[in-house]
């Protein structure tokens, strides 16, 4: 219940309550799901539900479980429904209501369910607060996919978690442990701070490819018993934080503590932010220069990407092609943005395999001429020249790392919203490949959907950059085509 004055309050009875953040007046229908009756909802979930409800104001019903799974609150008729994920399907597609609550990960059926059917009447919500450990269907249908309609708490971790946070920091200070207290831990400053460091161990372990030593607490309980009076040291015991590291094993750290899906531990590219580094599509301006990038491949599509440099040398992914082709094809599609976009392209790298596929193509055809000689003649009609890309993937992909957070935290490497939907033939792309793209065991580079990522490290090694040179070729280029950009068109 609120006060009159709260902001959308809703009078019911003389009582006033908070309105709904679905923008509905009551009676409003809700589900909560869990894993089981017993340990889950039953232990865990209704307790809580008790302790915050006003419980004079529900009527409830209880299953054969003894666990209560029904609450009507009284004054408005609104009704919240208790349900496990391995009840019948049928159980969930029947069901219409307002917003659904999913205490852990749903199997994908229950959401396609609840989602699709249950919910889609109303524009119903939901909220699926989760440790990553199940359903990894949810990392790419949901998590990485930037739909409009879903949300992600980003970079949250176990110590946001206020109530126990306060309840270790309480006994830290008891201890006798210096630091200024904050609202958020990464703020923190002095002992405290150092002590949180021991627990989190987040530069051990989401930086190593393989992880980190199996810590477990132990340097964290070193440093506090280094750092209290022995007299305190029995209060180490009540830390949950402390307990939590010494019973979280390795192989689970990072989703019980960071909220990092099992898939991504080893993630290459751990800096990029859909909401910070994908951004609207603009119109590329001719003294741009561009710079196209070429994965050629003998038994699956070409993969072929276009970047963009701005006066600021700030780089754009604008394009991408994923298609199967002949070379001819390949340099059409990249006179034909010069000529019909306006793209100021000159450079053109191509996969250094590209010189021996002749070899491969004589088995089959007889004598042909390899893929480099044939996109490069005739690419060099347009003045634009091709030549091999570099395959120093270690440095390219620190040069990735590095433009993501760029010189003073602001970026100097952007994607294109566009590049989701560029209708050149099926496939996830650099904004998909960029966000799953994982170490193997032997922490090295997994080659499974890394084609545009090729393309984009490989980028970052030519040392492209606007200067005056640039725009100046440009501007004579136009001269002696025409004096404008009519010719482009033809």
Request: hydrophobic share 35%.
């Amino acid at each position: 219940m609120v006060d009159e004055f709260y902001p959308g309050a809703v009078k019911v009875k003389g009582k006033w309550y908070s309105p709904s953040s679905l923008g509905i007046k009551p009676p409003v229908r809700g589900r909560l799901t869990g894993n089981d009756w017993t340990h889950h909802l039953g232990q865990t979930v209704v307790n809580e539900i008790k302790k915050w409800f006003p419980l004079h104001e529900f009527r409830t019903k209880n299953n054969t479980q003894g666990v209560t799974w029904f609450w009507e609150h009284i004054p408005t008729g609104s009704t919240l429904e208790l349900m496990t994920h391995d009840q019948k399907i049928d159980l969930y597609e029947s069901w219409r209501g307002h917003f659904w609550l999913s205490d852990e990960p749903p199997p994908r059926d229950i959401f396609n369910a609840m989602s699709g059917r249950g919910l889609s009447d109303f524009g119903g919500k939901i909220l699926i607060p989760a440790t990553p450990l199940t359903q990894a269907w949810m990392l790419d249908e949901l998590v990485l996919t930037n739909r409009s309609d879903v949300a992600v708490m980003e970079d949250l971790c176990c110590l946001d978690n206020e109530i126990s946070y306060d309840h270790d920091d309480r006994i830290l200070t008891e201890m006798g442990l210096t630091g200024k207290r904050s609202k958020h831990w990464r703020d923190m400053e002095g002992q405290k701070k150092e002590y949180y460091h021991h627990i989190m161990r987040r530069d051990l372990y989401i930086d190593g490819a393989k992880g980190p030593p199996d810590d477990k607490g132990v340097s964290a309980e070193k440093f506090l018993l280094e750092n209290t009076p022995e007299s305190k040291h029995e209060l180490a015991m009540k830390l949950q934080f402390l307990r939590k590291a010494k019973d979280t094993s390795l192989e689970e750290k990072a989703s019980r503590f960071f909220g990092l899906f099992k898939r991504l531990v080893g993630l290459v590219v751990k800096e990029f932010r859909a909401a910070t580094h994908i951004i609207p599509a603009f119109e590329i301006p001719p003294d741009y220069p561009v710079v196209v990038m070429i994965d050629l491949h003998l038994s699956k599509p070409h993969a072929i990407s276009f970047f963009a440099c701005d006066k600021h040398n700030r780089h754009f992914a604008i394009d991408e092609y994923w298609i199967n082709c002949s070379p001819e094809e390949i340099a059409d599609i990249i006179i034909r943005k010069k000529r019909v976009e306006c793209w100021n392209i000159s450079d053109v790298y191509i996969d250094p395999l590209s010189k021996g596929d002749s070899a491969y193509m004589k088995n089959r055809e007889g004598e042909v001429e390899d893929s480099f000689t044939i996109i490069s003649e005739k690419l060099e009609d347009d003045d634009i020249y091709l030549q091999t890309a570099s395959k120093d993937k270690e440095s390219g992909f620190r040069n990735i790392r590095n433009w993501l957070e760029g010189p003073n935290r602001i970026p100097i490497l952007y994607f294109f919203d566009s590049l989701q939907s560029n209708g050149s033939g099926f496939h996830n792309g650099v904004l998909y490949e960029i966000q799953r793209l994982c170490f193997d065991e032997d922490g090295k580079v997994e080659k499974i959907d890394d084609d545009f990522m090729e393309n984009l490290y490989r980028y970052t090694l030519t040392g492209t950059e606007y200067t005056d040179n640039t725009k100046n070729l440009y501007q004579t280029q136009l001269a002696h085509k025409g004096g404008d950009t009519g010719w482009l068109g033809a």
